[in-house]
């Protein structure tokens, strides 16, 4: 039977050699001093006063950190492009303060970013005035002429579709620039004018009426002694940019309605001048 004093022998070394702290055993023995803790707070009668104190200085401190690096955080923010849109201001609120207005992702106090046309190979060009139907034709034209100067206007089958207004081009230069004033010209009114430009080719229905007016102008363009026909630029020719026709023979019901109209009345011709209708680009 064994010895109940080797058994509290043994339990006292194994304290000592707890104790001792063993450099094979890292093992911290419990004792009564473990729960000892140290503090500075205060926990006399004033204890939630203090907590109070601190919570109004932590708050102070806040605020003047703030008011000192306000303006480098509105800057670094609208740089990095840290903004997103508050539906309760009305504009676009930057990290650490609000930035103005902006439409499409552009301040409206900053130069608008030129967008760039793609040149037609067809070299016709679309341009659609959505509301322009309730200006004059002059008036209207008059202000994208007074926009894009020194280049001059010249529009091709100007008409009225519902509330909007079109016409062609065929300059890509003269595009282009038409494209740069859309809601840069303010009318009388102080309406801001909007104006789309495509590259579109000119969809030309033929009829009776049109057909005349071909006759019309072809008849003179021809020389009679020479038998020779000119329809070099057809589609500026002043009888049917008078009435808004718009008539280019690199249309294949047209070019098909001019040979028709030589066939019928012109049978005997020698030479035709065909230069400058964009002839290159035939659909």
């Known amino acids: 039977m064994p010895n109940k004093n080797n058994r509290m022998k043994n339990k006292h070394n194994n304290m000592v050699f707890y104790g001792h702290h063993n450099e094979h055993d890292d093992r911290v023995p419990f004792t009564s001093d473990s729960t000892r803790r140290v503090s500075f707070k205060n926990y006399g009668n004033n204890r939630y006063k203090n907590v109070r104190q601190r919570g109004r200085d932590d708050k102070m401190r806040a605020a003047l950190a703030i008011d000192d690096d306000v303006e480098m955080m509105i800057s670094n923010s609208?740089?990095?492009?840290?903004?997103?849109r508050n539906r309760y201001q009305g504009g676009y609120q930057v990290r650490g303060g609000y930035s103005k207005r902006r439409r499409g992702g552009v301040r409206l106090d900053s130069?608008?970013?030129?967008?760039k046309l793609t040149e037609s190979p067809f070299q016709w060009y679309k341009v659609t005035i959505p509301e322009g139907h309730k200006y004059e034709r002059s008036y209207l034209l008059g202000l994208i002429q007074s926009y894009i100067k020194p280049l001059t206007l010249t529009v091709y089958g100007f008409k009225v579709q519902g509330e909007c207004v079109c016409f062609y081009v065929e300059d890509h230069k003269t595009a282009q620039q038409i494209l740069q004033a859309d809601r840069k010209i303010t009318t009388s009114d102080s309406w801001r004018l909007v104006l789309i430009v495509r590259a579109n080719i000119p969809q030309v229905d033929i009829d009776d009426g049109l057909r005349a007016l071909m006759k019309l102008a072809m008849s003179g363009r021809y020389n009679v002694v020479n038998k020779a026909l000119d329809l070099s630029k057809f589609h500026t020719d002043p009888v049917m940019t008078k009435e808004d026709v718009f008539c280019p023979l690199n249309?294949?019901?047209v070019m098909s309605a001019v040979i028709q109209i030589i066939a019928d009345s012109i049978p005997d011709l020698l030479?035709?001048?065909l230069s400058e209708n964009k002839l290159t680009a035939v659909d």
């Not at 609208?78 to 997103?84: D, K, R, S, T, V």
């Open 271 to 273: 030479a035709l001048n």
């Open 111 to 115: 130069p608008i970013p030129g967008r």
């Open 78 to 84: 609208a740089m990095a492009g840290n903004y997103h």
């Open 251 to 253: 249309r294949t019901n």
